[in-house]
């Protein structure tokens, strides 16, 4: 088993090209740069439409003169959208905000994003923050095991308690096709000389299937189509806390944790506006309300959700950026070819 401090692996997280930011920039505060009266800005993320909508409404509680239009989707129909724009001449994105650090890195290598070198990112540790500011992480998200309570009474501890055959023929997973936060888990395991491909192979021979997003996971695990899912806590411990026979294991040889990053597009036309949104991202209102949405917060000063561990005790997997960058597209074929496309 291998464990890590938070700080470690918030490093890992960060792709090629990208390296621990030095000491943090001065706090300028949300209203350093004020946004033009009556301005719209487009964002582009994966994150759920209803907590979106929280998010513009308290966004908008502060700024109500900023109009924000939303394009929400899976990570990779986002970044399809946005390539396929992008060869058209333009995008009408102006914020991107996505649950996959090697897709945001694939922008930032791409030229795409604005280097917002003056954001505010005082208390936010430098392991989640591009170094060159292009994207910054908003957030905690790790992957872990969630099982129906209803079917299964003797709760896994391990990754490899899914390997069982009464358990892997009724294990769902995310796909990497449609999930962002799917490639970084995928790409972590498969770096793990305990796991690998064996280990998805042996999952898929026993029955395992895998779905779109995280969403189709606990809808399914909720339902009892499946006993056993492979997803993020916050999906998982929410649906639990409305009542649903669920529960989610931090598995005892790590997790792996995404970043949520957002970004500016460098062609926005509404700069000033997109910098106002970033800002409020990073504040202490953002960062409760993502709290309050189930998320481990990045800024300090702010508590995890009721119920949550402190990141500083999670176990984590480490994984190598640079290689799950250069290996993402020969990952995702592989393992369509496994449990479909």
């Known amino acids: 088993m291998i464990e890590m401090s938070l700080r470690a692996l918030l490093a890992a997280a960060l792709l090629a090209g990208t390296a621990l930011a030095g000491t943090a920039l001065a706090g300028t505060g949300l209203a350093a740069t004020p946004a033009a009266a009556a301005e719209t800005i487009t964002v582009y993320t994966s994150q759920p439409q209803d907590q979106m909508a929280a998010v513009i409404k308290a966004f908008n509680a502060e700024y109500p003169d900023i109009k924000i239009e939303l394009f929400r989707s899976g990570t990779t129909e986002v970044m399809a959208k946005l390539q396929a724009e992008q060869a058209a001449g333009k995008s009408p994105a102006d914020v991107v905000l996505i649950a996959d650090t090697v897709a945001m890195t694939q922008l930032k290598n791409d030229g795409r994003l604005y280097a917002f070198t003056d954001a505010p990112v005082a208390g936010i540790n430098p392991a989640v923050i591009d170094k060159d500011r292009t994207y910054f992480g908003t957030k905690l998200i790790t992957t872990g095991i969630v099982y129906n309570t209803n079917l299964v ?59 779109q997003g995280n969403g189709t996971v606990i809808e399914a695990v909720a339902r009892g189509e499946k006993a056993y899912g492979v997803i993020i806590e916050y999906m998982a411990l929410n649906a639990q806390a409305k009542g649903s026979p669920v529960a989610f294991v ?27 949104f970033v800002k409020w991202q990073l504040s202490k209102p ?10 481990f917060p990045v800024l300090e000063g702010v508590a995890p959700p009721k119920g949550y561990p402190d990141p500083k005790t999670l176990k984590v997997l480490p994984a190598d950026a640079a290689l799950m960058l250069k290996d993402d597209k020969k990952n995702k074929e592989s393992f369509a070819d496994l449990y479909g496309g």
């Open 250 to 276: 931090f598995p005892q040889e790590g997790v792996s944790v995404i970043t949520q990053p957002v970004g500016i597009l460098k062609d926005s036309d509404a700069l000033e506006a997109a910098k106002t």
């Open 153 to 211: 009474k003797t709760p896994p501890q391990s990754w490899k308690d899914l390997e069982a055959a009464e358990a892997a023929r009724t294990t769902i997973m995310p796909s990497p096709l449609y999930s962002g936060a799917a490639v970084i888990h995928l790409g972590t395991m498969l770096q793990q000389p305990a796991f690998g491909w064996d280990y998805y192979k042996t999952l898929a021979d026993k029955g395992a299937v895998a779905g």
């Open 286 to 295: 953002a960062q409760e309300q993502a709290a309050a949405q189930g998320y």
